[in-house]
């Protein structure tokens, strides 16, 4: 059995500040106790030291969170990211759909899932919700890369029977692949699999019900989609789905609004479909850096938490423009205020972790350092530049870990941890 004991500042915020009190777990000088890779202490270091007599600790200077969990990223897109000058449906025309077009080529994508991990992990996030490509070895390289690094990872092929020449499937290998893949993966590692129609635009009614009969089928995976990104997009679907109320109503149509359902962006969504949002139990992976990129809003807070919506935080690489998730909590903090709404330090925080673990449904597993959870951590640097250094000096709590998300980025994430093991260390590298 290995044992391992962490001794530092730690931090964490279990559940949501917007719907309920006491919800920062804050140890000034704690100890982390690790089992095999899972948490089996966690409180003052003067009260467990004691307790553990003979493991050897290490002392971490810094500040301990859980691994971050990006709710929602493509990670074919990275040799996209920066793409000039469109709005959604150009840029995926025009920049998108050539760039996942290569993914024909497994080598081509077993190279991009090891560059992409290496990429997560220097940015201290553990654990991602992932599109991959519509082929289905795209899922292969991906989850073959996250089982040699021991990462939790959640992907599914991406469904698109309407999408451009050369990206295309159809119903029936749709159904068959994602089948065979659910079959191939269930119960390996730490992967999870999700059925993943693009949205609504890039699949047929036809595609549509087959993802529906698969999550009506596999009540263990989870679905995965984009939902009223852009306002274009949103007229072109309402050109299409005369029928349907909403945007929303157009996955509901199709039995895919659920508990496991988790929708990117959100950002035009009307008061019905948040309420149906909040009593379905399913969730939106908010991407304030890919929303301001492609100019497609901000997405509303106050209606989200008015309705009780479950949130997570995402990059969205690669229309998203940072893997930090730090980065993408101080815009978030920015998007949210165009709107009114001013995002706590503390809640986004939480988003970025155990926020976007409960989307993810793997909440009991990692997100909040828990005794009995998995020992996926980050080590965060509060003086990582000197800005940084200058401006967390005798800060508060609150001031620090703010500062961080303005400031920081990969260059804060001093270490990488997941299940108690080294993955990264900025200081090595
Ligand atoms: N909607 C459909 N496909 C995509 C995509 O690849 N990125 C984003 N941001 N939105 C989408
Ligand atoms: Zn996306």
Redesign the pocket.
Known sequence: MSVRAFRGAILSVPHDPAHARQTVRHEPDGLLLVEDGIIVARGPYADLAERHPGVAVEALPGLIVPGFIDAHV?YP?MDRIAAHGEQ?LDW?DRH?FPAETAFADRAHADRAAALFLGELLRNGTTSALV?PTVHDHSVDALFEAALARDMRIASGKVLMDLGPQGLCDTVKTAREASEALIRKWRGRGRLSYAVTP??AL?SSDAQLQVAGNLIAAHPDVLMHT?LA?NERECAAVAARFTDAIDYLDVYDRFGLVGPRSVF?HGIHLSDRACARMAESGSGIAVCPT?NLF?GSGFFDFTRAAAHGVKLGLGT?IG?GTSFSMLHTAGVAYQAALMRGYRLDPFRALYLATAGSAALLHIGDRVGALEVGQEADFVLLDPAATPLLARRTAGATLAETLFALQILGDDRAVARTYIMGQCAWNRDAA
Do not use: C, P
């Open positions: 493509h897109q959604l995926l998108i599109f693009r949205f890039t984009h990104e990117a890919s492609l969205d229309a």
